[in-house]
């Protein structure tokens, strides 16, 4: 079974310009999360998508935004970046055991590295 | 609401000895804990979960943490640490939304392990 597929690996963009990260969640998985991982602040989580929903969200901006398509394949999407947003950003999926939300694993991507200059 | 604080930012310890890296939590409600480990450059990977069943969990590697509540800790421990040890971990709450369903998860700041030949 493939794992966690995110796209692209690695990039750099400029302050200002916009960009769209990509995640294959594991097949069968409805939920996808994404984190940002940075030295100074660690692991934040930033949204979950459920069955093309938003279910979650965390405290980030609005240039922050996300969507999940019919397959359950997710983009986060980060418009006017700063230097700030330079960051791995970790997709992760899960799908739910009978037992629901409460034991259901999350399993990660390799992350997206993102370098804002 | 919930929290999570790794007490060490870095452990180093030598090959074949015991690992104990440390982990207090916050939360108003019976917790789920996990512990996740990051290889670098590589995405998080599930070691241990706990979520109100047996106190002592037993995880991949020979990782274990012990739940004890009244400390309101979940340590985890190795025997015997190996040089395939040496990565980030950390120690993972889930939040709870209001009204009580389950919330996303919230990292600890993370403990780098590091093992010495």
């Known amino acids: 079974k493939a794992g966690v597929t995110q796209t692209p690996r690695y990039l750099i963009k400029t302050r200002g310009q916009q960009v769209t990260l990509s995640c294959s969640p594991i097949?069968?998985?409805?939920?996808v999360s994404w984190y940002q991982q940075t030295p100074g602040q660690g692991l934040q989580f930033l949204f979950e998508?459920?069955?093309?929903?938003?279910?979650n969200k965390g405290n980030f901006p609005g240039r922050f935004s996300g969507r999940q398509f019919s397959n359950s394949r997710s983009e986060m999407n980060v418009s006017t970046l700063e230097l700030g947003d330079s960051a791995l950003y970790l997709c992760?999926?899960?799908?739910?055991?009978?037992?629901?939300?409460?034991?259901?694993?999350?399993?990660f991507g390799e992350g997206s590295r993102l370098t804002v200059l | 609401a919930q929290s999570v604080t790794q007490l060490d930012s870095h452990v180093s310890v030598s090959e074949g000895t015991p690992v104990l890296l440390r982990c207090n939590y916050s939360?108003?409600?019976?917790?789920?804990l996990f512990w996740y480990v990051q290889h670098p450059n590589k995405g998080l990977q599930l070691l241990l979960k706990?979520?109100?069943?047996?106190?002592l969990v037993k995880g991949i590697n020979g990782f274990e943490a012990e739940f004890k509540k009244s400390e309101t800790s979940f340590h985890l421990t190795k025997p015997s640490a190996h040089m395939s040890d040496a990565a980030e971990y950390f120690c993972?709450?889930?939040?709870?939304?209001?009204?009580?369903?389950?919330?996303?998860?919230?990292f600890g700041k993370g403990t780098k392990l590091s093992v010495k030949p």
């Open positions: 706990y979520t109100s069943a047996a106190t």
């Open positions: 097949s069968g998985h409805r939920s």
């Open positions: 992760a999926s899960k799908s739910f055991s009978a037992q629901g939300d409460r034991t259901g694993e999350l399993f």
């Open positions: 998508y459920f069955s093309e929903t938003q279910r």
């Open positions: 993972v709450v889930r939040a709870m939304n209001y009204g009580g369903s389950q919330g996303n998860l919230i």
């Open positions: 939360s108003s409600y019976s917790p789920s």
